[in-house]
């Protein structure tokens, strides 16, 4: 997965939603995880697409998770939606980059 097919996928999802890209914002978010982090992102008028593989990574959204050493999922999610929970399992700082789709207010 590159930021360019995250981008794609957004804004394909968009699409799928029955939204136009006019009416979001999109934006790449890097978020930096300490050392055995875990961090909740609450819910809102939003999703996001993880851009990179990234080892030591567990995303858990409503829709999906996404964990490259875990067994508690037989299909990984690149696309979360609702409240969404990023844990870093590594004992180094993690970079974890995303694309976040907001809808504006109508």
Do not use: W
């Given at each position: ?6 981008m794609?996928?957004?804004i ?7 939204h136009?890209?006019?009416?979001c914002?999109?934006?790449?978010r890097?978020?930096?995880l300490?050392?055995m ?10 999703f996001?697409?993880?851009a990179e593989e ?7 959204s ?13 299909e ?6 609702g409240s969404m929970?990023?844990?870093n399992?590594?004992?180094?700082p993690?970079?974890v980059?995303?694309i976040?789709?907001i809808?504006?207010?109508?």
């Amino acid at each position: 997965m590159t930021t360019e097919t995250a981008m794609q996928i957004g804004i394909k999802r968009i699409s799928d939603l029955g939204h136009k890209e006019k009416d979001c914002y999109i934006h790449i978010r890097h978020f930096v995880l300490s050392p055995m982090e875990k961090r909740v992102i609450p819910q809102g008028l939003q999703f996001f697409v993880l851009a990179e593989e990234v080892q030591n990574l567990r995303i858990e959204s409503e829709i999906g998770v996404y964990d490259l050493l875990g067994d508690s999922a037989n299909e990984l999610q690149y696309v979360f939606e609702g409240s969404m929970e990023l844990t870093n399992y590594s004992a180094n700082p993690l970079h974890v980059i995303m694309i976040q789709v907001i809808f504006k207010h109508q």
